[in-house]
């Protein structure tokens, strides 16, 4: 169950930085363009929904590994490691 809940919960807090960061410094600051794209078309909730639908993708993979714990954590760590990037980026560029 960790693993899942470390993607989860990383994925939640790149969205929830992206909800609280781009009203401030724009769209602009938005280096994955699917997202920029989404936002400018959609609204948050289509960013909403993409990144959830990664999430499961992610948690999808974490949960076809049955035999190797090692390839299970480096599979979730991979999906954490994007979630993380994304919030850091956005932290970075409300900083700015």
């Known amino acids: 169950m960790k693993p899942f809940a470390l993607v989860a919960a990383c994925m939640g807090l790149d969205l929830l930085t992206f909800a609280l960061v781009v009203p401030h410094v724009g769209i602009g600051a938005e280096s994955n363009p699917v997202m920029a794209q989404a936002y400018i078309r959609f609204g948050l909730i289509a960013v909403g929904v993409l990144k959830i639908a990664f999430t499961v993708v992610i948690l999808y993979g974490v949960g076809?590994?049955?035999?190797?714990?090692?390839?299970?954590?480096?599979?979730?760590?991979?999906?954490?490691?994007?979630?993380?990037?994304?919030?850091?980026?956005n932290l970075i560029a409300w900083q700015s």
């Open 64 to 89: 076809l590994v049955k035999v190797d714990s090692r390839l299970r954590f480096a599979t979730a760590a991979f999906g954490a490691s994007i979630g993380l990037i994304g919030a850091v980026g």
